[in-house]
């Protein structure tokens, strides 16, 4: 199937807003003003919904869990 222009080269995985609020201990719309500030990055169902790249989540968990433990955190 094409979309806007382009063939789809991999299927990504996309959370909704409460997945990603639980893997970081956070409330769903924490993540969407995450959302809105920038720091992830939002694609919009066809009904207006928000999901998130599962590839990206994971990247800023991981970035985040590594500043804790370089910075001593627990």
């Known amino acids: 199937m094409v979309r806007n222009g382009h063939l789809p080269t ?4 996309l959370l909704t807003p409460a997945e990603v609020a639980s893997l970081f201990r956070v409330d769903p719309k924490t993540v ?16 207006g919904h928000r999901r998130y790249k599962d590839s990206e989540v994971k ?16």
Do not use: D, F, H, P
């Open 10 to 13: 991999e299927q990504e995985v």
């Open 32 to 47: 969407t003003r995450w959302a809105k500030a920038g720091k992830l990055t939002s694609i919009r169902t066809l009904g």
């Open 59 to 74: 990247a800023l968990l991981n970035n985040i869990s590594g500043n804790k433990t370089m910075n001593g955190g627990a």
